[in-house]
Each structure stands twice: as C-alpha cells, then as structure tokens.
C-alpha cells in the first residue's frame, strides 16, 4: 500500500507570492491533517478535513487555507507569503475511527 | 501555549546507555502517541496509549502512560546508533472531532 505522498518536495518562493502544496492519502484513508513544523514552534496544527469537509482548524491566519477533494486529496494555499511561513509542511491521513496519523514526507517551503 | 511539554529537550548519549524521555500536560488526553521523525521526513507512529497506567513495550522501547492520563515517558534500553532521531508526543482528546496536539519534541542523538 502506498503511502502519504506531498508534492513538491521543495519549494522556494518570495515574500507575496503565494503557494500551494498537495498531498495524497493513504488508499483508503478519508481524514487528512496539516501540519506546520519549525525549529522554533515544532509540529503545529494547521487543519483537519473529512470527506470535504473542515472538521478543525488549528490558530494561523486566514492567509492558510485548504480543501479536500472527493477522491480524498488534499491541498492547501498559502496567501500573501512572509518570511515566517518557512517550515516543513506535512500532511497526515488516518484510518476512520483512530487518531493515528501517517505522514508524508513533507514540503520543505523557503520564503526569501 | 504549548499543551504538552517533553523533557529533555536534547540528549545526546554512548550507545548502550539506558535513557527516558518525559512527556507532561496539564490536559487529560484520551490516548497519548509516541512518534519518531529522522531528519527530511515525516514523523512515523510508534505507539499508542489508551489506558491510564498502560505500559507497552516494542523491543528494547516501554512506553508508559500516567495514571491520570496526562503524561507519559518513553524508556531506551541499550541506546544503538538507529535511534537517532526527533521524538514527539502527541495528545489526542475524544468527544466530537478529535485533534492531535504534538509535544514539543526530544532530540536523541545516540554516538557509536
């Protein structure tokens, strides 16, 4: 079974532009979580979505956004970029019913 | 505010030590995950705890989870060079959507 796949892997991008990451759940999985990690702040919750449907959302501004397709995968935009939104992004799906999360390799975005 | 803090921050040790990792909240969780992330990748589930005072070993790694299910520890037996990596704890709580809030990570680094 093929796992959680994010892409692009890297990606480099200017303060303004704005950004969109994609990510592919495990065969099967319909949750899909998203997930902000920096050396300062560790792994922070960003959102949760269930079969299209925003179930969380985590506390950044409304520049982070996503949405969730009907085969599952997800996405997610980033508006307006600023020099602190560099981070690894990952992505996370779970099996219905459990809170265990199986992540991506994760999106390594720098901000110049 | 960060809910669940892990001590220590950073442990560096000789292969064959024995160490523990603490994870504390002041939240009651309904189950409580050990994961390990290496560098470049995403984080990879170890285990999860459900009941208070649950202890579950894999191999030379126990994982216990407090009485009052709002702590945890992760004891290595016999540190080897592969445990090197990012230890997280995350804390998932029951009722209506869950939300995984992740600790706030221990370093390992285990020297041959």
């Known amino acids: 079974k093929a796992g959680v796949t994010q892409t692009p892997r890297y990606l480099i991008k200017t303060r303004g532009q704005q950004v969109t990451l994609s990510c592919s759940p495990i065969s099967g999985h319909r949750s899909v979580s998203w997930y902000q990690q920096t050396p300062g702040q560790g792994l922070q919750f960003l959102f949760e979505?269930?079969?299209?449907?925003?179930?969380n959302k985590g506390n950044f501004p409304g520049r982070f956004s996503g949405r969730q397709f009907s085969n599952s995968r997800s996405e997610m935009n980033v508006s307006t970029l600023e020099l602190g939104d560099s981070a690894l992004y990952l992505c996370?799906?779970?099996?219905?019913?459990?809170?265990?999360?199986?992540f991506g390799s994760g999106t390594q975005l720098s901000v110049l | 505010t960060q809910l669940l803090e892990q001590s220590p921050q950073f442990l560096s040790i000789q292969e064959g030590e024995n160490l523990t990792v603490y994870c504390n909240s002041s939240s009651v969780f309904s189950s409580l995950q050990w994961y390990r992330q290496e560098p470049g990748e995403g984080p990879v589930l170890l285990v999860t705890?459900?009941?208070?005072?649950e202890v579950k070993k894999l191999k030379r790694l126990t994982f216990q989870f407090g009485d009052a299910r709002k702590d945890s520890s992760l004891h290595i037996t016999a540190a080897q060079p592969g445990d090197t990596g990012l230890y997280l704890c995350a804390g998932a709580r029951s009722g209506g959507y869950q939300k995984v809030t992740f600790g706030t990570g221990t370093k390992l680094q285990v020297i041959p």
């Open positions: 979505y269930f079969s299209e449907t925003q179930r």
């Open positions: 996370a799906s779970s099996p219905q019913g459990t809170e265990k999360l199986f």
């Open positions: 705890v459900v009941t208070g005072g």
